[in-house]
């Protein structure tokens, strides 16, 4: 079977989910979509079970947080389609105080691991997931680490005055 291009590849989603779906461009060649939490699982499903399209391979699961947007938190999809030799990128976004989105787990058990560092690194919520907690910080903890809630350098520390290196 010959390569799936992104243009043929964003047909068959718009054609499935016209107001589902926004098209947010094709950095590198590789295609970006958003989509609603409502919708994200069908959308995955879609991908993973369509034989035209065989997105079986769930590359990673991951967060990002742009705190001057209204909806700040982020969680990206990247899925691979080893037959069709194509890979997608799908992004939904989350209001700070409502960080809740459904598991994928019921369709990839790889996705356990990745969701588990995505709640413990950046605080998402994955509904339905059988084991979510703490995986690479202490249990109490109860910031979230790569969220950019904090400065990045303590303004009190000495260690770090311009006359210590000679300025």
Do not use: C
């Amino acid at each position: 079977m010959g390569k799936l291009t992104n243009e043929e590849l964003l047909k068959n989603i718009q054609d499935q989910f016209a107001d589902k779906v926004t098209v947010l461009g094709e950095p590198y060649g590789l295609l970006t979509l958003e989509t609603s939490r409502e919708s994200i699982i069908e959308v995955l499903t879609y991908l993973k079970n369509t034989p035209a399209l065989q997105f079986i391979y769930l590359t990673d699961i991951t967060g990002i947080h742009y705190p001057e947007q209204e909806k700040p938190i982020g969680v990206i999809y990247h899925l691979h389609s080893l037959v069709n030799n194509v890979r997608v990128r799908i992004k939904v976004f989350l209001a700070d105080g409502d960080v809740h989105i459904p598991t994928a787990t019921t369709l990839w058990d790889g996705a356990n691991w990745m969701e588990r560092e995505t709640y413990d690194l950046f605080g998402v919520i994955f509904d339905g997931h059988p084991d979510l907690r703490r995986i690479l910080n202490v249990d109490d903890m109860t910031a979230f680490p790569m969220r950019k809630e904090f400065p990045l350098e303590d303004p009190n520390r000495v260690d770090k005055k311009d006359y210590f290196f000679g300025r």
